[in-house]
């Protein structure tokens, strides 16, 4: 039976969409103009925070959100996870690190291992999606559970190579550093990319978390019935 309009819903996650869009794109808008500004550039010689907190502050908000707003987290544990391996896939840009290191624009230790690393969860991704598509039972897998900590672990560690190479080539004379990366365009990755795919993976753990739960609780019951009877 269909609700009527006076007796609909009004918090259920698909209302949640359009707000969500918004905020992404006033989020992209916002790193626009703090870029072109110089926000996420630091001394030379100092740790990337500006960055750093560019990287963070959209997590901790979705976060924040996840866990204090019942809709929102709705929508989180609703999301195609489909959509969200197969946009993983564009992960296989990180090839560009490696050319843009080939170039002295980077330093090559950070852009091997960005590139690499994302080239690796990119290049992976469409089979993730096949399997989602084939097997609706994967999402609950350990191999999900293991691609999508592996896809954090890369962006983490990324953002923790090129601190650490820059922080490392202070005062060198000519020395190449992460500098480009808080800069526009490349500035988009850490501070808006990087936290997108982050919490495409969250909201793939988070799914696979509550399927396990639930179909744990839904063995248990039967078995319950069982005994009883």
């Keep these: ?22 905020a992404f794109i006033a989020w992209f808008a916002l790193v626009l103009l703090f870029g072109a500004n110089g926000a996420f550039v630091s ?3 100092t ?4 960055l750093l907190i560019g990287f963070l502050a959209p997590l ?17 544990l609703a999301f195609d996870l489909r959509l969200a391996a197969g946009i993983q896939a564009w992960r296989f840009a990180g090839l560009a690190f490696i050319a843009l290191a080939a170039h002295r624009v980077l330093p090559a230790p950070f852009a091997w291992q960005a590139g690499l690393g994302d ?3 990119g290049i992976t991704a469409p089979w993730v999606l096949l399997a989602l598509i084939r097997r609706p039972g994967f999402a609950t897998s350990p191999l999900f559970v293991a691609w999508n900590l592996l896809g954090i672990l890369d962006l983490v560690s990324a953002l923790g190579t090129g601190a650490v190479s820059t922080i490392l080539a202070a005062g060198s004379v000519g020395a190449v550093t992460t500098a480009p990366m808080a800069q526009l ?45």
């Design 1 to 22: 039976m269909l609700a009527s309009p006076d007796t609909a819903d009004t918090t259920s996650p698909s209302r949640v969409t359009a707000p969500v869009v918004v």
């Design 43 to 45: 001394p030379a010689g």
């Design 47 to 50: 740790p990337p925070l500006p």
């Design 60 to 76: 901790i908000v979705f976060m924040g959100a996840y866990w204090g707003i019942g809709v929102f987290r709705d929508f989180v």
């Design 119 to 121: 080239m690796a969860i």
């Design 185 to 229: 365009p490349l500035v988009l990755i850490p501070a808006y990319f990087v936290p997108v795919f982050f919490m495409l993976h969250l909201a793939a753990l988070f799914q696979a978390r509550q399927s396990r739960a639930a179909g744990h609780t839904t063995v248990q019951t039967a078995r319950n019935s069982t005994s009883a009877a």
